[in-house]
């Protein structure tokens, strides 16, 4: 056999090994969502899972999971080894934190870290992440003044212990919150898909006759750098700057980003954003790189695959007072609302690097509206003030996606995050909500050339209208998603009673008897001049009553006519206007 | 005479199998996508020709066709309008709110069925528990009627939230509107779908309204070209989930047809199975474009109600339209003789989801390909006996495979033709490993020591290998693989299930509720099967879906075939534990238990053949016909391979790899650490040798 041969059975070898590796993280994954009792991870797909080596760097990621657990996980597992070195690490040991610093940024999400031995011998480490619905204190909002008060804190410790149950952790999470069957119910199966990683993991090294993973770690990590690095090298050299506008809480932020785009390295930095927010809308910087990282590498090389090595060529630098670096004991909870501009700031940077590669700006962040009600709403019922029944209810919701390059957004489609709605009909059947409404925001996309997706109007009440509460964690209320290229901004959101007033768009709502909440939920915005889109797309949206005949007149410049087709002279006549009007201010 | 004749609808062929007087034949024929009707004719013809009998000794016609898929891919269905809650217009086009793909874009999501111009609001509202919040608002019904007209509307979906628990308004608006409509084809999410979650339920639904028209048109005009020439046989529907049924009940749910052809396979398989007394199996079936695996317990293919239809982002999961029907289920990967290898930008080799088919097909066909397929490794690599592919019809191009081979990933990795197609053969086989290993996790259960049943034109390629990296000793190469799907539809007993929402907590189990809610649902499926059994002995299983309460997956456990007793609880809590415990290795004590949904199949029974583990006898050691160099993708290196050609090898021969059994349809490979026999029923057995 020629050496050119052993090297091309060593390389292929090393690639059915890597496929391998992402097949044994899938699964895992998918153990995840079969055996979670959290809405939030089973239904919804807030989780991530992954497989690292003993060092801590992240090997490989399920796809399945969300952009903000991807990246911040695979920063996490090298905290659990600064505490419990691999050397102490048995078999049948399971590790936790909830710490926002060293996890995910919130009390929210659980990280668990399960390390794997082969002949006694530990080889990797596999961990997850996932969002729970309740650890106890305020439960998922913005007023918090401090972590404290944000729920049970959960250091680096271990859950299991070569296999036993330390229960009294488990005690202490019972007695922490709300949900202790779901909380205790999630713990256990992110402990299951770790072991059963594991176990594959094990069968595979025994299949490829493997006593350690670094020769193929060091395969992985250098494909994959060099991806990424010849990706950048196609990128035009030099500074961009970018600027995004929140609601924030007690004040608007300005969300201001410089990229610089070198040899071999593309870094952000943050210098000029609004310092902290009194209140939970604080982002640790674990989550900022997450969210930022997530914005540079679906432009930039978005099938390179998630590992420790695509992260490195993308630097982030922080200033030390920002609200993107958080600092303990800063309130975080929502820490997801800020963190969901990223994306959208960074293309705000790329568009002027990259044009014909960015989205326009969307509704960026989720309407997740926590709800809840009965005794910590109303107190005990009395004989002339009837209380719905105890409950407590997280609603996935979202606006429209921002035009595209070459297509119009998705409407009501999560982006930057990747969890799923739940069914109005599921989520009814576990609580007294009733939705009355929930569908598409006519109008609310931003024209253009291509259009933005639409938003969705929402309307909640509890049976018989009863009193309840809403955690109001929503953005772009006050500013709405821009157009790109000449497109036009879409509707910003708004959030009221159903009997007509106003509710700010962050803390604690009470929603009275007989009334409800009505949310409305921004479009994205366009791409392009929207007297350049097609006109029959524009008479498809019309016919759906997506948008009005005025819409189509005045913005679009197309006439239509009383039979709803396209009025081609008509519409000639507008367009021709339009172009004369622009031939005449470029003369 | 007991002559049974099945037609299998294909996109290219419509395949048909013949049995009678213990004979099988067996027919292939174009499928005529403008007029089925057409191909299946001339199959028929075709067929009783080759028997020698005529139309009207044929005593029982099973049918099963993609018709209904490929309208959906193609979009080619009726004008079909949804009338639906107030307030929720948009259910079947906001569906989850997601990207089936975190890292792409510009991902595309499927158009809706119905446009949103027809997806018609009445005011109405039920609640969780069934009751009424919102009464119907009768004139917003009546209100549809000219606009109905207007747009020469076919056919109408109704779907109304929670109306798996009451279907009260469902019926009520389908009594308004089919009185003023009599020609139109209404469908009720209560009665195609009835579960809940809005999505899934209406898309069910619209589909099922989407494709009626066409399929009433179908059958009808089948039934009188049949009776044209003399075949008045009664026709049997072969359904998605494996059992038959009367051509009215396909067109009041044409949607449960869905994935008749494959569900077609799996029985086939399954059949297989039983013959051999494997009794878990792991079916690969390999074709051009795609590869199907399918798990079988105790000869029962495994089955589910959750199934994707015309995914547009290339068999990406959530790329695709729900359906909720039982089906069998199987996982479906973009890997076949015809997908294309390229390298990505980490330098990986990386096969499909693109495939070159058939046109214009590998570039080894010499068809105008140009792009290096499996086909194109397989055959640099020796695997193919050129002179004996496709009953040498086909004159392989073998230089210009190995040459593309070299360009389109050889150049990349700086390797030769034949190492870059050994990476191709080793990365599909793991590529269909390891879709076998997730979709065995995701069933639940495990791949370890099953038998593998490989079929289509690829599986007995690539089945050794793949067998290699599942840890499987057993493989089984069947006969008449090439009409699969025909020869299953004929051992598909005639049968019906039905799948009901009801929740209840295990601690607090309203028994009578239970007990009526099976009353009603035997009652539906037994109207389905007296029509289609000829009094025949019925057989019933009984199914509860279970679950930890919180959790979102359940778990399928059976049910004693009479009403429940309270006795019955704890019995169930126990089967419950059990079963959770052997797929995930831990409960979760202290839980408690939940049912959401159950189900009843009626089914007619199947005589109880004998099954016995079958095991080949080693007679005679056969003599190879030729031997050729072939690289083994295990260690890459060259050696002779002994070529053995099928239809000279009889009962009880054996031999030893490696070594290729070539025939028309497909080569079996046989690997260095394997031997194979043949065993009674013909098919080749093949057993790794023990190290």
């Known amino acids: 056999m020629t050496m050119s041969s052993i090297g091309a059975i060593g ?15 899938e699964e895992q994954a998918h153990i995840m969502m079969r055996t979670a009792f959290s809405t939030t991870v089973r239904e919804a ?7 690292f080596d003993v060092k801590g760097r992240m090997l490989a990621q399920a796809v399945t999971g969300t952009p903000g657990h991807v990246n911040s996980m695979a920063e996490s597992v090298s905290h659990f080894l600064a505490k419990f070195p691999a050397e102490t690490m048995k078999p049948g040991d399971h590790y936790i934190t909830n710490d926002p610093w060293l996890g995910t940024g919130h009390l929210h999400d659980l990280v668990v870290v399960t390390p794997a031995f082969l002949d006694g011998r530990i080889v990797a480490l596999f961990a997850n992440t996932a969002h729970m619905i309740d650890v106890g204190g305020r439960g998922l909002g913005t007023d918090a003044r401090s972590v404290y008060e944000e729920g049970i804190y959960i250091p680096i410790v271990k859950c299991f212990d070569q296999g036993v149950a330390n229960e009294t952790f488990f005690d202490f999470m019972r007695a922490a919150s709300r949900m202790p069957m779901e909380l205790v119910g999630d713990i256990y199966s992110l402990c299951t898909c770790n072991e059963a990683g594991a176990r594959r993991l094990l069968d595979m090294m025994r299949d490829f006759d493997l006593d350690n993973l670094d020769p193929l770690a060091n395969y992985i990590f250098d494909s994959t750098l060099k991806a990424t690095l010849d990706e950048i090298a196609k990128l035009p050299k030099g500074r961009f700057e970018g600027e995004i506008n929140s609601d924030g809480y007690e004040t608007a932020l300005s969300l201001r980003a410089v990229l610089t785009i070198g040899e071999g390295e593309v870094s952000v930095s943050f210098e000029g954003t609004s ?80 044009p014909e590669t960015v989205l326009a700006e969307g509704a960026a962040c989720l309407w997740n509206p926590p709800l809840r009600g009965g005794y910590e709403v109303s107190g005990e019922p009395t004989a002339d003030k009837p209380v719905v029944e105890d409950f407590d209810l997280i609603t996935m919701n979202s606006g429209g996606m921002g035009a595209r390059p070459t297509s119009d957004g998705l409407s009501a489609t999560a982006f930057p995050s990747g969890v799923r709605t739940t069914s109005v009909e599921a989520q009814e059947a576990v609580s007294p909500i009733v939705f009355w409404r929930k569908e598409l925001r006519p109008d609310s996309a931003g024209p253009g050339r291509f259009r933005g997706g639409f938003g969705q109007v929402i309307e909640i009440g509890t049976k018989g209208d009863l009193e309840f509460a ?32 106003n509710l700010p768009s962050k803390g604690y709502q009470v929603i009275p008897d007989r009334d409800r909440l009505v949310l409305e939920l921004p479009g994205g915005g366009g791409m392009g001049a929207p007297s350049e889109r097609a006109t029959q797309l524009v008479a498809k949206d019309l016919t759906n009553e997506l948008i009005s005949r005025e819409t ?35 003369g | 005479m007991d002559a049974r004749l099945s037609v299998d609808i294909g996109g290219t062929f419509t395949d048909l199998a013949l049995e009678f007087e213990g004979q ?9 996508p403008a007029n089925p009707e057409e191909g299946v004719m001339n199959g028929v013809h075709e067929i009783l020709e080759l028997a020698g009998l005529a139309p009207c000794d044929i005593s029982l016609l099973v049918h099963g066709t993609t018709l209904i898929t490929n309208a959906l891919i193609e979009r080619r269905g009726a004008k079909t309008a949804l009338v639906t809650t107030r307030g929720f217009r948009d259910v079947l086009e906001t569906g989850a709110e997601s990207r089936y793909d975190q890292y792409d874009l510009n991902i595309q999501l499927p158009e809706p069925l119905v446009p949103r111009a027809l997806r018609l609001p009445v005011e109405e509202r039920i609640d969780r528990d069934g009751n009424i919040l919102l009464d119907l608002n009768v004139e917003d019904v009546l209100a549809l009627v000219p606009k109905l007209k207007a747009e020469g509307v076919e056919a109408v979906a109704i779907g109304t939230l929670h109306s798996y628990r009451n279907p009260a308004h469902e019926l009520a608006i389908h009594a308004i509107l089919s009185e003023a409509l009599p020609e139109i084809a209404f469908s009720l999410s209560s009665q195609v779908s009835p579960q809940m979650r809005e999505w899934e339920r209406f898309s069910t639904t619209v589909a099922n309204a989407y494709v009626q028209p066409i399929m009433r048109r179908y059958l009808r005009k089948l039934e009188s070209r049949l009776k044209d020439i003399g075949l008045d046989a009664p026709v049997l529907m072969m359904l998605s989930g494996g059992s038959l049924c009367t051509i009215d009940t396909a067109c009041d749910f044409p949607i449960r047809l869905v994935e008749s052809g494959p569900a077609g396979g799996a029985i086939f398989a399954a059949e297989i199975a039983r013959q051999c007394g494997c009794k878990d199996v792991l079916s690969f079936d390999m074709g051009g474009t795609t590869a199907k695996i399918c798990l079988i317990d105790g000869f029962e293919p495994h089955h589910s109600r959750d199934f994707e239809v015309a995914r547009v982002g290339r068999f990406k999961k959530g790329s695709g339209l729900p359906v909720r029907v039982p089906v069998i289920e199987m996982v479906e990967i973009g890997a076949g003789g015809g997908s294309i290898a390229q390298i990505d930008r980490m330098g990986r080799i990386q096969i499909g989801p693109k495939s070159a088919a058939s046109d214009p097909g590998p570039i080894c066909y010499g068809r105008g390909g140009t792009q290096a397929t499996v086909t194109d490794a397989n055959l640099t690599l020796g695997r193919y006996e050129p002179s004996t592919f496709a009953g040498g019809r086909i004159a392989l191009d073998q230089k210009g495979a190995e040459a593309g081979l070299e360009r389109d990933i050889g150049s990349a990795m700086k390797v030769d033709g034949r190492m870059a197609a050994l990476g191709v053969i080793e990365m599909v086989d793991e590529n269909m490993s390891n879709a076998a290993r997730v979709h065995a996790i995701e069933s639940g259960t495990s791949y370890e020591g099953r038998t593998l049943i490989a079929f289509g034109g690829g599986g007995p390629v690539h089945a050794y290998r793949v067998a290699e990296k599942l840890g499987i000793g057993r493989i089984l190469i069947p006969t008449g693989a090439g009409v699969g799907s025909a020869i299953g539809f004929l051992r598909a007993p005639v049968g019906y299930e039905v799948f009901r929402s009801l929740y209840q907590r295990l601690d607090a189990l309203d028994l009578r509720a239970v007990n009526e809610l099976f009353v009603d649902m035997e009652s539906e499926a037994n109207a389905v099967v007296y029509r289609a059994s000829f009094g025949a002995r019925i057989e019933r299983k009984r199914q509860a879906f279970m679950r930890y309460t919180g959790q979102g997956h359940e778990i399928a456990l059976s049910l004693p075939d009479r009403p429940l007793v309270e006795a019955d609880i704890e019995r169930l809590r126990q089967d419950y534990t059990d079963a959770y415990a052997r797929a995930y290795d831990r409960t979760v004590p202290g839980s408690a238990i939940e049912i959401v949904n159950f189900s009843i199949t009626v089914a007619v029974s199947q005589e109880i053949l004998e099954s016995r583990l079958l095991r080949a006898e080693r007679g005679n050691r056969a003599t190879p016909a030729s031997v050729r160099a072939v690289t083994d993708t295990h260690n890459s290196s060259l050696a002779n391979w002994s070529i053995y050609d099928r239809a000279d090898l009889k009962p009880s021969d054996w031999l030893s790899g490696p070594a290729i059994i070539a025939e028309v349809e497909t080569s079996t490979l046989v690997g260095p650490e394997w031997t194979a026999r043949i065993n009674e029923h013909s098919y080749i057995e093949l057993e790794r040798k023990m190290a």
């Open chain 1, 552 to 586: 189509a007149r005045a913005v679009y410049k197309v006439a239509i006519d009383a039979r709803g087709a396209v009025d081609v002279a008509g519409t000639l006549a507008m367009r021709e206007c339009v172009e004369l009007v622009k031939g005449k201010r470029h």
């Open chain 1, 11 to 25: 390389q292929i070898r090393n690639q059915v090994m890597w496929n391998r590796l992402l097949a044994v993280v």
């Open chain 1, 470 to 501: 809403c955690n109001a964690i929503f953005d772009r209320v006050s500013f709405a998603p821009k157009g790109r290229h000449g497109g036009g901004a879409a509707l910003s959101g708004r959030v009221s009673l159903k009997s007509g007033r």
């Open chain 1, 275 to 354: 310092g902290p927010s009194r209140f939970a809308i604080n982002v640790p910087a674990a989550y900022t790189r997450a969210y930022s990282g997530y914005g540079l590498k679906i432009v930039i090389a978005p099938d390179v695959p998630n590992n420790w090595a695509s992260l490195l060529p993308f630097k982030t630098l922080l200033p030390q007072s920002c609200i993107l670096n958080a600092q303990h004991p800063a309130p975080v909870g929502c820490r997801h609302i800020v963190g969901h501009f990223l994306p959208d700031l960074i293309m705000n940077c790329l568009a002027l690097a990259v």
């Open chain 2, 24 to 32: 099988r034949v067996t027919a292939k024929t174009l499928t005529v």
């Open chain 1, 45 to 51: 797909g807030d989780l991530s899972a992954g497989i």
